[in-house]
C-alpha cells in the first residue's frame, strides 16, 4: 500500500526541506516540493494520506543503548521487548540496539540465541543486539567473529561492577585486538570499578547508606581515569573505541584530546546526564533511589559540557541506557543499603523529546537534533542509509512531530513498564503525532495501532564510520 506524508518540512542531518514524502510498502520511495507537477501527479491509488502541514518530518529516532528484560541486580528490567518497543514507538524511536548479556561461564553463541527467543515476535518496531561480554577467554574471542557474521558486531566490556561484568585491562586488550582483526566496535563501560568497590565499602562501614552515597562513591575523576585507560588500550591495539554513557567533564576532556589527536574514539551520552543531577540522588527519603544509574547523575555544572560536547562532535550520540526497575520492591531492594539499589533508570520513551528540548532552548539546532538521535547511530551501529535518513530507498521509519505541542512528562501518562518517571512533571514542547515503522503506522491520533512482532531483527553491518 501507498502512504503519502504531505506537506511538512522534512528534517534530516543534512538541513530541512518542505516536501511531500512518497512511501510504498515499507520503502520511502520519493519526495517532492508540493504542489509541484511531480508531488501532484503522484498516484491516485495512494491508500493512506498523513497531514503533516506545519509539522517535522524526521527520520525514526534510533536508541542503540536499552535493556529490556535485563538480568542485573538480582532483579530484571521491568520492560520486556513488547512493553519497552511500544514505549519507544510512543515517543518516535522505531529501532532499538539492546544488549544480549553473556552470563560468566557461557558461551556468546548461546547467549544470542537466548535473547533472539526473547524478543522475536514481540517487538513493535525493529532491533538489534549488542553484545556484553563479561567472560573472555579463548572460545568467547572465537566466537566474537560468530557474531560478527550473525550481524551482532558491536561488544560491551566493563571497568565497573568487579565480579559480575568487570574485566581486567589485560582482557580488554585482548578483545581490542580482536576487534581490530575483524572491523568489531568495542563499547566501553568506564569506570574504576576496583577504586570505585573500596569507596563504597567504607561509606557502608561509616554508616552511609542513602542513595546519594551512589553518586559520591562514583567520582567523575573514576570515569575520566578509566575513561583515558580505554582510549590507551584501543590505541596500543589499533582498534575503535565507543564509550558509553558518558556523564562527566574529566569523561568528555579524555574522549576530545584523543579526537584531536586523530584517534578513532566515539562517545554517547544520555538526557538523564543533559538534565538530571546529583541533586536528583539526594532527593530527600528514599526518593534518590529512583535515579541511581551507573555512571551516576552529577553535579549540574557538567552538564553544560555535556552540552557541548553535543554541538562540537565530540559527543556524536544520544541513547538512553533505558534500564528500568520499579520504585516498589525493585529500587526497595536497596533501601538502607544503597549498594543493593538495581542500578538503572526509564527513558526510552522521552529522549526524542528531552532533546527536542535542547532545540527549543538553541543548545542543538534541527539538523543536529535528528543527527544525534538517529542518523549517527545508524552510521555507527552499520544501519545506514537504510535507517537513519529520509531519502528514496530507506525503510519508511517516519515520525511525524508537532514542534507546537505542549506536554508534560509523567508516569500517569507515559507507556513504560514502570512505577515512576525520572522526568514526573517536565514541561515539554513539541510532540510525536504520527509513526511509521517500516511504512505501517504505529502511533496516529493518540492511539497506538501497532502489533507485538512486526519489529524484525536488523543484521547490522560493521560500524560505517570508519569504512
Ligand atoms: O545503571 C545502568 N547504567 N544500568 C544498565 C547497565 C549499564 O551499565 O549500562
Ligand atoms: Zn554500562
Ligand atoms: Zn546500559
Known amino acids: 500500500m501507498r502512504t503519502l506524508v504531505k506537506g511538512g518540512t522534512v528534517i534530516t542531518a543534512s538541513g530541512t526541506v518542505v516536501a511531500d514524502v512518497l512511501v510504498d510498502g515499507e520503502r520511502i520511495t520519493a519526495l517532492a516540493a508540493p504542489g509541484t507537477d511531480v508531488a501532484d501527479g503522484w498516484p491516485a491509488d495512494v491508500g493512506k494520506v498523513v497531514n503533516a502541514a506545519g509539522k517535522y518530518v524526521l527520520p525514526g529516532g534510533i536508541d542503540v543503548h536499552t535493556h529490556m ?20 514507538a510512543w515517543g518516535g524511536t522505531t529501532t532499538i540496539v539492546d544488549f544480549a548479556v553473556q552470563a560468566k561461564g557461557t558461551s556468546l553463541l548461546a547467549t544470542l540465541d537466548r535473547w533472539h527467543a526473547k524478543a522475536d515476535g514481540n517487538c513493535a518496531i525493529d532491533y538489534g543486539f549488542h553484545m556484553i ?37 589485560g582482557e580488554i586488550l585482548l578483545a581490542m585486538l580482536k576487534a581490530a582483526e575483524t572491523g568489531a566496535t568495542i563499547m566501553m563501560h568506564a569506570e574504576n570499578g576496583i577504586a570505585i568497590d573500596q569507596l563504597v565499602a567504607r561509606a557502608l562501614a ?16 573514576l570515569e ?43 562517545a554517547e551520552t544520555c538526557p538523564q546526564y543533559l538534565y538530571l543531577s546529583l541533586d536528583d540522588l539526594a532527593r530527600p527519603g528514599f526518593e534518590g533511589a529512583k535515579y541511581v544509574a551507573s555512571p551516576p547523575l552529577r553535579p549540574k555544572e557538567h552538564q553544560a559540557s555535556l552540552w557541548r560536547g553535543l554541538r562540537t562532535n565530540d559527543l556524536s550520540v544520544v541513547s538512553t541506557d533505558h534500564c528500568p526497575f520499579c520504585f516498589a520492591e ?29 532545540v527549543v532552548t538553541g543548545e542543538l539546532s534541527l539538523a543536529r537534533w ?15 542509509p537504510r535507517k537513519g535518513t529520509i531519502a528514496p530507498g530507506a525503510d519508511a521509519d517516519i515520525v511525524v512531530y508537532d514542534p507546537r505541542a505542549q ?32 511504512g505501517r503506522v504505529v502511533i496516529e491520533a493518540g492511539k497506538y495501532l501497532g502489533t507485538a512482532g512486526h519489529g524484525r531483527f536488523l543484521k547490522r553491518e560493521l560500524s560505517q564510520y570508519l569504512r
Open 330 to 358: 525493585q529500587k526497595e531492594m536497596g533501601r538502607g543499603d544503597f549498594a543493593k539499589i538495581p542500578n538503572g533508570m526509564p527513558g526510552v520513551e522521552h529522549r526524542m523529546d528531552l532533546l527536542h528540548q535542547g
Open 206 to 221: 561509616e554508616g552511609r547508606t542513602d542513595p546519594v552515597q551512589h553518586g559520591l562513591t562514583r567520582p567523575p575523576e
Open 370 to 384: 535528528v543527527e544525534v538521535a538517529s542518523t549517527t547511530p545508524a552510521r555507527m551501529f552499520g544501519l545506514y
Open 133 to 169: 561480554v563479561s567472560d573472555v577467554n579463548d572460545t568467547t574471542l572465537k566466537e566474537m567473529g560468530s557474531c560478527i557474521d550473525a550481524g551482532v558486531n558491536s561488544f560491551k566490556m566493563f571497568m565497573a561492577y568487579p565480579g559480575v561484568f568487570y574485566a581486567t585491562d
Open 69 to 88: 528484560e535485563m538480568p542485573f541486580g538480582g532483579t530484571f528490567s521491568a520492560d520486556t521487548f513488547e512493553t519497552g518497543t511500544r514505549a519507544a
Open 224 to 266: 575520566g581515569e578509566a575513561t583515558s585507560r580505554a582510549i590507551t588500550l584501543a590505541k596500543v591495539t589499533g582498534a575503535p573505541v565507543y564509550i558509553v554513557h558518558l556523564s562527566s567533564a574529566p569523561a568528555l576532556d579524555a574522549v576530545t584530546q584523543s579526537r584531536d589527536a586523530g584517534q578513532n574514539v566515539f
Open 407 to 438: 506536554q508534560t512528562l509523567s508516569a500517569r501518562t507515559h507507556h513504560m513498564n514502570v512505577d515512576y518517571s525520572a522526568y514526573e512533571g517536565f514541561e515539554i514542547t513539541g510532540k510525536v503525532d504520527t509513526v511509521l515503522s517500516r
